[in-house]
């Protein structure tokens, strides 16, 4: 039990001394950087200067990224469904 308990002491002071070196966002949690990011979503929609995608931009993102992928040869997990 001592030796679980002194590896445990030894992460606790290497994940101290990592948080110490990340700043700003990085050392934040994801779900605190989303509420940021999400409420600088809903100021811009406010003030009127956010991007609303039409259809068609939409439908150009999509293929770019489906050409991509194929040409990168990553399998499309979702074939056959």
Do not use: C, V, Y
Not at 7 to 23: D, P, V
Not at 37 to 51: D, F, Q, V, W
């Amino acid at each position: 039990m001592a030796d679980s308990d002194q590896l445990l002491e030894q992460f606790e002071e290497l994940f101290e001394a990592e948080r110490i070196h990340k700043r700003g966002f990085a050392s934040m949690s994801q779900a605190k950087r989303r509420a940021i990011a999400g409420r600088g979503g809903i100021a811009a929609h406010a003030k009127g200067k956010a991007h609303t995608w039409t259809r068609e931009e939409a439908r150009r993102a999509g293929r770019k990224g489906g050409l991509k992928r194929k040409s990168s040869g990553i399998p499309d997990l979702n074939a056959g469904k």
